[in-house]
């Protein structure tokens, strides 16, 4: 399947189909078609893999970034810890919100080959998701997830791209998990132009400050991630 700069960007979904079996599941074919499987290998071996957010559009991620950018949803350090954002300047800002957010239009989550996953039959029940270490590291509710993941996700095609390993400057995402051979088709649509264009074009909290850091975006951010 060919990809454009409206499916890298969350602005166009039309490459996507929903997987009836899963609440709000939007995904490539081929990587709706590898999770299929791999959700039934993992049941096989007692772990109910469940989307928890999969595609996600431009203009939802506009408003996660202006909400964040704004003070008006929280945003949080390395190390889990609210950050008052009224005290940053507003490059500090951006580079506080990156840490757990991505730029509009380039967050993978606009792709339809990267999803959040979790387990149903490993969550205790009423139980809040929160997305967090905790929750995935050894001794979490989660870790026979993360460990049967880790063994067994690159034979379906799944890696993880927010990890030290993966040498990016963003926090580690133990539950994010995204498609290998349709994701390494979106991440060389990438291109400092495109940066350029969609900042030009939104209503994006913190443009001016965005405008000056393109390079950084590029080289530090949004090419790894
Ligand atoms: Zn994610």
């Not at 189909?17 to 490539?28: A, G, S, V």
Request: glycine share 6%; charged share 25%.
């Amino acid at each position: 399947m060919e990809f454009t700069l409206l499916h890298l960007t969350g602005k166009d979904p039309s490459h996507l189909i929903d997987l009836p079996e899963f609440k709000n599941c939007r995904l490539t074919p081929d990587c709706a078609a590898a999770f299929k499987k791999m959700s039934t290998a993992a049941a096989a071996d007692g772990i109910d893999i469940v989307p928890v957010s999969s595609y996600r559009s431009f203009e939802r991620q506009l408003d996660i970034w202006n909400d964040k950018y704004l003070g008006d949803r929280p945003v949080y350090d390395n190390f889990n810890r609210p950050v008052n954002v009224s005290t940053l300047t507003g490059v500090e800002t951006v580079y506080a919100i990156l840490y757990w957010s991505a730029l509009p239009g380039f967050s993978r989550h606009h792709w339809g080959t990267d999803i959040d996953v979790a387990a149903s039959n490993l969550m205790p029940e009423n139980y809040e998701l929160q997305l967090n270490s905790e929750e995935y590291a050894q001794g979490g509710i989660f870790a026979r997830l993360t460990e049967w993941l880790d063994q067994n996700m690159d034979k379906y095609g799944f890696f993880r791209p927010f990890t030290d390993e993966a040498h990016v400057r963003v926090g580690t995402e133990l539950w994010h998990i995204s498609y290998r051979p349709d994701a390494e088709k979106f991440e060389k649509l990438i291109t400092k132009n495109a940066i350029q264009e969609i900042i030009r074009d939104s209503h994006i909290a913190g443009k001016s400050c965005l405008n000056g850091m393109i390079d950084e975006l590029y080289d530090d951010y949004i090419i790894h991630a």
